[in-house]
Each structure stands twice: as C-alpha cells, then as structure tokens.
C-alpha cells in the first residue's frame, strides 16, 4: 500500500492544503483564505481557532478531491514563522488571538530591553535581533496586558507557541505540545547553541518555562490524528519546519554554501552556512537552518524590502509599462543603464544596510536617458540588492556560494537571471516547483518515516530548470557593483 503525504503549508494569508506522492510530486492543492485583523496602527492579529478550523476544512476538501482509498497517509507542516498564540491547556481556548510576525505592538518592550543594555546577550544566545518582529514580545504583552493571564501562566495553567505548536497541539487533542527547532529559533527564547529554551531570555522576557513547548528535530514524530475524526484510524505527523527553512529544504540546500532566494514584493534570502552557528553580520540574523538525520544545519538569513515591488511601482504608478512582464523586452533595448542606478528604497533599506530613514532614488540620469535604461536600472537594482546580502553572508560565514536557488515570479525573467548570476559569479538554479516550504515538510516527513536515509536520495530528485552561469567577466562586475555602491552610499549621507 502506498503512502501519501498531507503537506499543511499554514501561511500568514491561507491556509494551504496539498498532497504528494511518494517520489514528491504535487497532486492536489487546496487553499482557504483567513481574515486579517488590525485593532490599532501597527498591529496584526489573527483568530487561532480560525486557522485551526481552516486546518481541517482545507485537508477534508483535499480528501474530496483525491478519493483514493488504497492508500496510507501522513502529515507533514509547516508555518508561518514568529506568529504566536496563547492558550488555556485546560479549556484549549486561546486567551487573546495570535499576534501576527507583522505586529509592532512589541516595539516598546524590545526598546526597554535595548536600552537596559541586553541586545548583545540576546543576539548571542538567540541569534536574533531584539525586535517584535520575533515572538516573544508577543507573549510578554499578552502576559501583561490580559486579564488573569499573568496568573494563569505562573500557575501553570497556559501554553504559548508558534503556530505549528497550536495546530499539533490541536490535532492530538491536547496530547502533544512541541515545537520543532527552525521554529523554535525564531521566538527569542530558544538558545541555538544548547539547543533548548534558555532561562535567561526566559526571564528576560518574564515567561514562565512550563508555557513552552518541547523543542525537537524537524524530522521528528509529532503524534498522531484522525483530524477530528475525518479518518477512522489516526494518522502520524511527520516533519515539520517553518516555511522559509522549508523553502531551504524544498531547494535542497542540504550543504554549506547552498542558499535560497525567493523573488516576490521584496526578496528572502538565506544561506546554509554549516554545523556550526555562527554569529551574524549586522542586520541579519542566524537561526536553525533545518535539522535531520541526526544533523544540525544553521543559516543566515535576511529580508531585502523591494524587488518586485520596484517593477510593480513602475508599471502601477509610473505607468512606464503595461505589465511586469513587459520590463525584460524593454531593458534588453539598450546595452546598458547609461550611468543610471535606480535605488528603490520605497520603505527604507532593508538588509544589509537597515536604513529606514531613506528614500527612493534614480541617480545619473542625463536628457538621453530614456523609459528602457530606468527599466534596466530597476531590474540592475534587484540583482545588486541580493548580491550585498550574499556577499555579506559568505563574508562573516568563511564561505563560497556554490549555487543560489531561486523561485518567484520574477524568476521568469530571463534577463534579470543572467545579470543576478553575473553579478554573483555563481550558478543561478531556477526551482520547477512553486510550493518550496511545502516539500521541504514533505521531505522532513520521508526522513522521519525513513523513505530517505541520507541528503543525496532527496537532493537527486530535485527538479529545476539548466542553471544560469556567469558570462560576464568579473572586472566588469564589479565596475557596475563599485557604481551601484556609489549610488547607495550617496543616498546613506
């Protein structure tokens, strides 16, 4: 009997239902939206019960679509990341919603801990940086701010977690609050070193241990369901990680040197820098890149604000182009920029240069600058922008890029691909899969289950398009990086 994978992909807008084959193919695919809440300026909530609710109707529909009944299946998750919810472990009601990764409600306690001197001890431990971006703030507030759940909590009588946590923590009614370590390590709480929940940023952040779910490898056993009693005999859940690692995994970066991309508004980057954590350069941050087979794998990460967004500005407020698409036929009509760089700091920059006092530029036009050198320096901008993050990466890691692999729409863009393998001096591997967060789950799942019993059976099937190489000579390279550099540092006075 053949074995299916349910892939639960719980993301910040939907919840995405899929389901693989054996040799990870993608059959079905089934997504339910949620509502998005902001009870004031600045912050983000979501309705726990919602996704949780959302988790079942989305595999029962997935069932409807499939109807094969010859066949085993597992579950496999994975989730928004830093997004947390607190809950009663006796009722199993949540005591507030979920604040969202996007809240800043935290904002003012991150700045209380900053200016009593923790930022270092919490970088070095964590490897995060002290923001409200990561989850615990989050619980902090709640702790502080809800009725009764300062006592509740002491008492022992709540539970706190990250998504993944309160979707398994629901499906096993109750029998299993745990978390696995990528997820973990975006909270604040977890020391990425001992590989455990740490007592100093515990206290740093007043929450009580016995809230905290246990902490286990991605490719761990996490209980079992009958979702609710949608299957007669309960099903094993297998594999989980947070989407972005799971993109990680599902780009089979499995060795040091391999990193991933992912092009949409703005850009996330990350790097598999090895068995050892590293601390990061500033800006960025490290965390559990994945663990499996017994292996720890870290990873810097971090966040560039606009690269589709750039194309998407010009063609919705500039009206220079009818579509995004339309951007490569322009830029291919002249050899060059011209001297122009566009620097679309639109909501500041992001990393590696975290200025958010900055605006947009378009440096070193002249009156024979025309629509496709703009476009040209747009798309320019969009390579420039990842090659600062993964210079900087390998840089502080004492790493080579082997390989950048890369998914999104702006992927399709030929030019934009060619240039971003210039400018890096590196193959450039286009993934054939969408869904990268939801097959690294599946991936975990297989390792648990042990289809798979080492990292080049999975990596063997990955699928991608012929990867793009450098054609252009280095010293050209860095000529056109050495003026984008002048155009950044211009704006930065």
Not at 16 to 36: G, S, W, Y
Not at 45 to 54: G, T, V
Not at 295 to 323: M, P, Q
Request: aromatic share 8%; charged share 20%; proline share 4%.
């Amino acid at each position: 009997m053949n074995t299916k994978v349910i892939a639960i992909d719980q993301s910040t807008s939907a919840t995405k239902a899929m389901l693989f084959d054996e040799e990870c193919h993608l059959l079905h695919r089934v997504n339910i939206p949620h509502q998005q809440y902001y009870p004031r300026a600045g912050w983000v909530e979501h309705d726990a019960r919602e996704i949780f609710a959302h988790v079942l109707e989305s595999v029962a529909r997935l069932l409807d679509i499939d109807k094969e009944t010859d066949c085993k299946y597992s579950l496999a998750l994975t989730n928004q990341r830093e997004t947390v919810v607190v809950w009663n472990r006796h009722t199993g009601q949540p005591v507030y919603p979920a604040i969202v990764w996007q809240c800043c409600r935290g904002a003012e306690i991150c700045q209380t801990l900053k200016d009593q001197g923790y930022e270092k001890m919490v970088q070095e431990k964590s490897g995060l940086l002290l923001d409200p971006y990561f989850s615990a703030s989050g619980v902090k507030w709640i702790l502080d701010n809800v009725d009764g759940a300062r006592e509740a909590a002491d008492k022992g009588d709540l539970l706190m977690g990250t998504i993944d946590s309160w979707v398994i923590w629901k499906l096993t009614e109750g029998a299993v609050h745990a978390t696995d370590y990528t997820n973990a390590s975006r909270t604040l709480l977890f020391n990425i070193h001992t590989l455990d929940w740490d007592d100093d940023l515990l206290s740093l952040f007043t929450i009580p241990r016995c809230m905290m779910p246990e902490a286990r490898p991605c490719d761990s056993f996490f209980g079992e369901t009958t979702f609710g009693g949608l299957f007669t005999e309960p099903i094993p859940i297998a594999g989980v990680l947070g989407d972005s690692h799971g993109a990680l995994v599902g780009q089979m970066c499995f060795s040091a040197g391999l990193g991933k991309s992912t092009y949409g508004t703005g850009s996330s980057l990350m790097i598999n820098i090895g068995e050892q954590p590293v601390a990061p350069p500033d800006g960025l941050v490290t965390s559990v890149g994945f663990s499996a087979l017994g292996k720890i794998f870290y990873a810097f990460e971090g966040n560039i604000h606009c690269t589709g967004a750039t194309i998407k500005w010009l063609t919705d407020n500039l009206r220079l182009i009818d579509s995004p698409a339309m951007a490569e036929e322009e830029a291919t009509q002249v050899e060059d920029t011209g001297g122009v760089y566009f620097v679309p700091a639109f909501a500041g920059l992001g990393a590696p240069w975290w200025r958010s006092d900055v605006k947009a530029t378009i440096q070193g036009m002249t009156l024979g600058t025309t629509k496709a050198h703009v476009l040209r320096a747009a798309l320019e901008s969009i390579a420039y922008q990842v090659k600062d993050l993964v210079d900087m990466m390998t840089r502080s890691a004492g790493i080579q890029l082997q390989e950048l692999r890369v998914d999104g729409g702006p992927t399709r863009n030929r030019f934009l691909m060619q240039l971003q393998s210039d400018v890096l001096q590196s193959a450039v591997s286009i993934s054939n899969l969408e869904e990268a967060s939801s097959l690294g789950a599946v991936v975990m799942n297989g390792f648990a289950r042990k289809k798979w019993t080492d990292f080049d059976q999975v990596a063997a099937m990955r699928q991608a398009k012929e990867p793009v190489r450098p054609q252009m000579p280095p010293e050209k390279v860095d000529a056109l990086h050495q003026g984008w550099l002048a155009a950044v540092q211009h704006l930065l006075k």
